[in-house]
């Protein structure tokens, strides 16, 4: 059988919602109805109900789904103007299904409404539900063995605390078992791999209630990661004739109102500081460009001084509603691997290029395989809303940047309406080890802010010009990059980026000089040692620093105390090698430089 | 003739304050005075002018003032009740000392007060003052050939910007003519040196009027400063066995009621950013320790994990007053070489002398030769008012801080009433080059806040205990310490932080191919470069180096071509020597590593 495509599959899980609710209703006659759509994994169906259920219920729940779908119900669609279908929800005692009709007639002048009913074996209705269509013929379409009930959640109806607490059903549906199995795999995985447990049973990061939400503090260890990952970052920029600097993380609201800030972008900041006197009002910074142009406009510049690129692992601030906040994922603290570089039109395309040639490399260091590129583009219709009123500007940068990939030979799509209000960009989407999908990074260029800020140089004819802003972050936040890493690696981090790279296990007391002796030559490379005293047996050792994910575990007995050797355990081979200290060290040096992948040991 | 001693020269100050008035009125009777306390070079009066005078005046007033001196003038005292006294300044229309009696009648409850006169050859009264004492005996102890005039200024008269704009004239005054000139010497140098011409000179950061006042941005060529002091301290703090963490710039305002800091520190804070809902109010932080207690109580720790040392370049705001501001040494953003360090009582001395020493291993680092440690303590009279009201721990730790200081041999002096709100400090005070002074430092000990904010270790016998903390921040904050270099250097750097350290100057186009090669092995080995194309001549670009400070300036010629050679200016002391370019890479490289004073070629 040939597998279903996107649109199919969306067909198939919008389906599967009617058969949960047909399903409910079978087993719990009498419980309110509320809403079900499809979602990128399968479905779920909002519910009241009048006594709770429990995961114990599933069973029973998919079993009665499977029934339905054997009948090989189909679907009939039935147009009723909103007083019948009204009376029709009303007669069943569905109340909110009457308000949804009710608020349809009030707010959108509706006055037909689609129901869908569903028709068992002999024809007869077995359950209709309010619904715009879009499902597949027969429900025996839909392969009885690739959804399964996930989980329950609470959901307010209309997402207003205010209103009833619903119970959401969620469905994981699939085309095939298989792609079930595998999606069901990557969810054990990804529980496994939760950047936030990790993060916790790691010791990488915390969140203090005092501080408050979203504003991780980073402990050592995971200031260990970041660090490594701003090393990679200067090294990479000053190779790419970056320019770092370093600005404050406040500014006058008036900056903010003159790059238009506070005019696009206020509802993502935090409020002002505000002074009762002449000294008005300061902000965080939710980006670090109005910074950055100040610098290049503290001096006057020519042509000469072009491409300008200006780096800065710049801490920003914005203002996520606190429901959304997630782990390092969403958070109001952004420290941003952000430049701007400052460039004539001619030089754009180059620039441009080096931008995602900067990506391959990271993902390639990072073991990213599979990616996307996005070009988002402005939407006509928003422009002076969402975006700057200048169209013809618009139409040139987006083309500009399309050029620039293309010639790159760079694979992207286009989404209408997501660009940045100064610009098109470039949203990065990349997958983790585990097949979970994250956006990374933006690269952005910037047609409007550089003239409205009053930036300029001279060019080679002595004539004033603007030049172009490309903005980016190829290695997006330490917190999103972090928590994507996490994942990645399941927190057993390549040698270069692990918090403790090698922990030092003398077998006995007899061995404890030795050991300390190497983690001093350790030490004295760079390199991150932890040292495990002999008080405990040294299995438990082992298992405390397999715990820690440290990448090698260097056990020191007689034998290796007499050969000036080392027994090296490979953490995540298990593998165990014995080998000459110098060697260790010397390669173990190596694979760090290199920032290798796999440590070259076991 | 012996040098007066401090005590002497204070009072030689404060009767030449006398001098300055007299020889005011002496030129313009009707003059109104105001006060004229002696300051650190000297003294200063205010006046209210009839008419407004210039620098064109100085000439005349310090010849008065001789004049006045010459006479052998002596000093009366008169005790007067606080009517007379009104009567007295009333009839010669001096409103300022009247205004002065009454408030210390009204405030102070005084009822007698007395005036300083001054008599001339004759024993008539010359001019008198109201005044507390403490004089020379004969204006003849002044030596004529050790005072000033320096600069006028406005003054407001009780520094109320609502009450009269007076003129205030300063005045240089030393014990001898060698000690003025030596002063003046130093001023004229520490002009040439000053930090905020050299800045833009050297283009190391900038102020925007956009961002804000005291709101220092780094440019490039500054941000390398940053950065190697930055590397500096990582490496430092690496052995010295700190752990770096990283922490958000703000905190709810609960944090901050916790700590203590909203009841004691709330004036030096910025205001806060409110939300209308449950969310409060979030404040930047004026300090780092808070973030990093916090920290320190995300996990539970034993007595196996002190000392614990804390490390951060954190990120503090302040709100200094607008008019205090001054370059980098008084800004609104501090980027502080902070740690806390969290240990016990019998670890404190350890601890605290190892941070003792921490700071001469910089002061030797950075050619700083004279410094004095000043321990600040509490006020008795302020307990529960500036300091936390714990007598017994105060002086506990004053004495745990006095004893671990003598052991380590450090000269130090005691100040009341100087502490933090926490616990006592250590206040740095170092000169630079040309005899400046500058309060670069603190450490400080507390024995309050870790206990407020539930800060606890178990001990090796199972007990909960409070961790004392020590702050330290020896590298200063980013602002005061580049801003002290920059004239202690005079903005010719030590190699290793220099923001290039080799220009490269082709004698002629012949020659480009060869200089860029030398270029490109000399950034492969990590030195930074500027490259002056032949386009402009080798004296031009020469001087060009020099106004730029660059430690090195290396031309190539045919002669170096051929000889692979490099021919190196050291722009200190202008000596041009030839060397292989293979030497000249091996010795810079090592100055650098090494952190060397001066370039050891030329």
Same mark, same amino acid.
């Given at each position: ?385 969402? @975006?700057? #009123? !200048?169209? /013809?500007?618009? +139409? ?11 010639? $790159?030979? =760079? ?10 209000? @100064?610009? #098109? !960009?470039? /949203?990065?989407? +990349? ?11 933006? $690269?952005? =260029? ?10 300029? @140089? ?40 692990a918090p403790v790279q090698v922990g030092l296990l003398p ?8 050991a300390?002796?190497l983690e001093?030559?350790l030490?004295?490379?760079?390199i991150r040692t932890q040292f495990f ?8 050792r082992i298992r405390e620093g397999e715990m820690w994910k440290i990448p090698y575990l260097a056990v020191i ?11 090296v355990r490979?953490v ?31």
């Open positions: 059988m040939p597998e279903p495509v996107a649109d199919d599959l969306h067909k198939l899980r919008h389906s599967l919602a009617h058969v949960l609710a047909q399903a409910v209703l079978n087993l719990w006659p009498g419980t309110q109805i509320a809403i079900g759509p499809p979602i990128d994994y399968g479905c779920y169906y909002d519910f009241l109900f009048a006594k709770p259920i429990s995961e114990d219920d599933f069973h029973a729940i998919e079993k009665e789904m499977r029934k339905i779908i054997h009948q090989g119900q189909t679907f009939r669609c039935d147009e009723l103007n909103t007083a019948d279908a009204r009376k029709y929800w009303k007669d069943r005692k569905q109340n909110f299904k009457v308000e949804l009709i009710e608020d349809l007639e009030k707010n959108e002048n509706v006055r037909t409404v689609t129901h869908y009913a569903n028709l068992g074996p002999k024809g007869e209705e077995t359950f209709a539900d309010l619904c715009r269509g879009g499902h597949v013929e027969n429900l025996k379409e839909i392969p009885a063995d690739a959804f399964k009930i996930m989980t329950l959640a609470g959901a307010y109806w209309r997402g207003d605390e205010k209103r009833e607490q619903l119970t959401r059903i969620y469905v994981a549906a699939f085309p095939s078992g298989r792609e079930l199995d595998e999606y069901l795999k990557m969810m054990e995985e990804a529980r496994k791999r939760d950047h936030r447990k990790l993060g916790k049973e790691l010791d990488l990061f915390t969140f203090s209630e005092m501080v408050g939400p979203g504003l991780p503090l980073w402990t050592a260890r995971g200031t260990v990661i970041a660090d490594e990952i701003e090393k990679l970052a200067r090294e990479t920029e000053a190779e790419g004739g970056y320019l770092r600097v370093r600005t404050p993380h406040i500014a006058k609201g008036k900056l903010y109102e003159q790059t238009g800030h506070l005019e696009h972008y206020k509802a993502a900041m935090f409020p002002p500081m505000s002074f009762a006197n002449e000294e008005g009002e300061y902000y965080l910074k939710p980006m670090n460009c109005p910074h950055h142009h100040q610098i290049f406009a503290s001096r006057s510049r020519s042509y000469r001084d072009l491409p300008m690129r200006l780096a800065e692992y710049g801490h920003c601030y914005r203002h996520e509603e606190s429901g959304v906040l997630f782990g390092l994922m969403r958070v109001r603290s952004l420290t941003m691997n952000d430049a701007h570089i400052y460039c004539t039109e001619e030089q754009f395309e180059n620039e441009f290029n080096a931008v995602i040639n900067l990506y391959l490399k990271y993902f390639a260091l990072f073991d990213i395989k599979k990616h996307v590129m996005r070009l988002s583009l402005h939407d006509p219709k928003e422009l002076g809303k969402k @975006y700057v #009123p !200048k169209q /013809d500007l618009w +139409i040139k940068t987006e083309e500009m940047v399309r050029r620039a990939m293309k010639k $790159n030979g =760079v694979h992207f799509m286009e989404v209408p309406d997501e660009a940045a209000f @100064y610009g #098109p !960009k470039i /949203d990065v989407q +990349i997958w983790s080890a585990i097949g979970r999908e994250f956006t990374l990074a933006t $690269n952005q =260029v910037d047609f409007d802010v550089p003239g409205k800020v009053g930036l300029k @140089y001279i060019d080679s004819n002595g004539a004033e010009k603007v030049p172009l802003c490309i903005h980016r972050a190829p290695l997006s936040t330490h917190e999103r990059l972090i928590g994507f890493l996490i994942e990645q690696f399941a927190g057993l981090f390549p040698l270069w980026l077998v006995a007391g007899a061995h404890e000089d030795s300390h002796d001093k030559r030490r004295a490379a760079g005293d002999h008080t405990e047996t040294l299995g438990k007995g007689d034998k290796e105390v007499h050969d000036k050797s080392v027994t490979n995540k081979t298990k593998k165990q090698t014995t080998v000459p200290v110098d060697e260790f060290i010397r390669k173990t040096t190596d694979d760090i430089v290199e920032r290798k992948l796999e440590p070259g040991i076991g």
